[in-house]
């Protein structure tokens, strides 16, 4: 079946510092990868989805890459500061309209000042 | 704009109680509805999904069932709580245009 693999699972970086995090996934027929910020005891809110026809996609104060030959999906904070602080999800949409997204098992980030 | 509502915000229930979670989406006709559940720490796993009134499709079951009395409304229910079923619970509904999915503000169970 579908496969998203998220890593690291726990990643801890000063302010300023850039954090990477990527997703790896199975299926070459993926069309559609999201990343959700998740803050402690919050919800999941989008921060980008990413369509497989773009590689590039900026946010503010991250970019999003996405490798299809090496079906990557990357998330990279430049600059984190500490409000960056939380769990992050990468998500996968494999196959048509109605096809799951596939979640991977999430990234907690934790800026330092 | 479309706003999902999720009630209640928290419960805390023991085991064997039953349970009934909702939520209402607005500004949104024939939407597609979502049911997730995040145990502590842990990533998302889709509970049920519903494209229209009265018919819902399961896709892991864990004991809970879910019905979609109206077009707005979706009901995540059990007879029998688990102490397994503590976790966060989300409803989302699906922009088909975009393909994206947009989730409501959670409901946190624990199961004592």
């Known amino acids: 079946g579908e496969q998203v693999e998220q890593r690291p699972p726990h990643l801890s970086v000063r302010e300023g510092d850039s954090a990477v995090i990527t997703c790896t996934y199975t299926?070459?027929?993926?069309?559609?990868f999201f990343w959700y910020k998740q803050e402690p005891g919050a919800s999941l809110q989008l921060l980008m989805k990413?369509?497989?026809?773009?590689e590039i996609n900026e946010g503010q104060g991250f970019t999003v890459l996405l490798n299809k030959k090496d079906k990557r999906l990357s998330l990279n904070l430049t600059a984190a500061h500490p409000g960056d602080s939380a769990a992050y999800f990468c998500?996968?949409?494999?196959?048509?309209?109605?096809?799951?997204?596939?979640f991977g098992k999430g990234t907690k980030l934790s800026v330092k000042s | 704009a479309q706003t999902i509502h999720q009630w209640p915000v928290a419960e805390i229930k023991a085991v064997g109680s039953p349970l009934s979670l909702g939520c209402t989406i607005k500004?949104?006709?024939?939407?597609?509805l979502y049911w997730y559940w995040q145990a502590t720490g842990g990533t998302l796993q889709q509970l049920f999904y519903?494209?229209?009134?009265?018919?819902v499709e399961s896709v892991v079951q864990l004991n809970l069932s879910a019905s979609r009395p109206k077009d707005d409304q979706f009901i995540l229910s059990t007879e029998k709580l688990l102490l397994s079923h503590s976790g966060f619970y989300l409803c989302?509904?699906?922009?088909?245009?975009?393909?994206?999915?947009?989730f409501g503000s959670g409901t946190r169970l624990t199961v004592l």
């Open positions: 998500a996968v949409k494999f196959g048509g309209s109605n096809a799951k997204l596939t």
């Open positions: 989302a509904w699906r922009d088909t245009s975009a393909e994206t999915l947009y």
């Open positions: 519903s494209i229209t009134v009265g018919q």
């Open positions: 299926d070459p027929n993926s069309y559609y």
């Open positions: 990413v369509f497989s026809s773009t």
């Open positions: 500004g949104k006709s024939s939407p597609n």
